[in-house]
């Protein structure tokens, strides 16, 4: 499934959305390093030292921290546990606007070997492209950014793969809060069509924005035209397979289909004003299929058609792959 993502649009950005969405998430700590990661790439910092890499890491997590869990309930590991740690020197941290020593020294001795050894893998491989490398002795470590990092961090689309970063970020927050784990937008989540947002119906709060969850399963693309979004546009959320289907046949014979107004049926699309600007020509033959990505627990797929369940003459027609090529299995995973 995740090579057919990245075959579709080859690319270092894919690489990164691949390391960003659908990796692991027994903990936060990818996502603090992506944003650290993104932050000195944005400056055209060729290499850091593992301590300034540190400082954004440590901090992002502790603001983090105060508003939702960064791990499974349960599962820190004592005193000596970074999360521990970042909790205990949370106050004294933000109150300096720096990591504490012991946070620090903390940071320092753990990313090596755990989210930076772990941030390219993908199941038993790695991404295809790799976004930095660490050279030198364990107390002078240096992390070398390569340029496949600062091309995405200087690319047209570098504020969208943040955005998305921080959405995901979002999600698996509120499925550790929920203890309902990568099932959260299967079972947890609605979308409130009057905000665009994810609201988590365990809690009744807000998640994050529907647009930013889900562009980065799309390539960060508009569903109509299929052109990168930019922090420029104007953003709505469309309905992959229109929703008047359901009205439509409705009326007929009783819609006999899965709901269409969730959120494996939804993506994010110039709005229609910014269309009509656009050339009608650049509607036509810029469309690239992107794979549907079944079995994930984490996103909603419709359910399976039974045919022998069907009336005849009741069956919907199956739409073919136009526009953003998403199929009736969903958007990608959350």
């Known amino acids: 499934m995740t090579r057919e993502f990245y075959e579709a649009e080859p690319s270092p950005r894919t690489s990164w959305r691949l390391a960003v969405l659908m990796g692991a998430n027994s903990r936060t700590y990818k996502f603090a390093l992506a944003s650290a990661l993104l932050e000195f790439a ?3 910092r060729a290499e850091v030292t593992l301590d300034e890499l540190a400082v954004p890491y440590a901090m992002s997590l502790v603001a983090r921290q105060q508003g939702a869990p960064q791990a499974p309930s349960g599962s820190l590991m004592g005193d000596k546990d970074f999360l521990t740690v970042a909790r205990q020197e949370a106050a004294e941290s933000t109150r300096a606007g720096l990591p504490t020593e012991r946070l620090l020294d903390a940071a320092r001795r753990s990313m090596p070997t755990m989210v930076m050894q772990r941030f390219h893998n993908l199941g038993a491989s790695e991404v295809p492209h790799l976004f930095y490398e660490l050279v030198g002795p364990p ?21 969208g793969l943040r955005n998305e970063l921080n959405a995901r970020w979002d999600i698996v927050e509120s499925s550790f ?13 609605a979308v409130d069509r009057a905000t665009l947002r994810l609201t988590d119906k365990h809690r009744r709060r807000p998640v994050t924005g529907v647009a930013d969850a889900l562009a980065g399963f799309q390539y960060g693309r508009c569903l109509i035209c299929r052109t990168p979004l930019t922090g420029t546009d104007r953003i709505a959320v469309d309905h992959v397979f229109p929703y008047s289907l359901m009205r439509r ?17 939804l993506a994010p699309a110039r709005t229609l004003q ?36 069907r009336p005849q003459g009741s069956g919907v027609p199956r ?16």
């Open 42 to 44: 944005a400056q055209s």
């Open 139 to 159: 107390r002078r470590m240096t992390v070398r950014l390569t340029p496949h990092l600062h091309a995405i961090a200087g690319s047209e689309q570098a504020a």
């Open 177 to 189: 809060a929920a203890g309902i784990g990568r099932s959260l937008v299967d079972h947890g989540v």
């Open 249 to 265: 046949f409705g009326t007929v014979s009783g819609w006999h289909g899965p709901d269409l107004d969730v959120i494996w049926n």
């Open 274 to 309: 910014r269309h009509q600007e656009r050339p009608a020509a650049h509607l036509r033959g810029t469309v690239a299929p992107v794979p549907a990505q079944r079995g994930d627990p984490a996103v909603p797929s419709p359910p399976e058609e039974d045919p022998a369940t």
């Open 319 to 334: 739409p073919q792959r136009r526009m953003a090529g998403l199929s009736a299995t969903g958007a990608g995973r959350l």
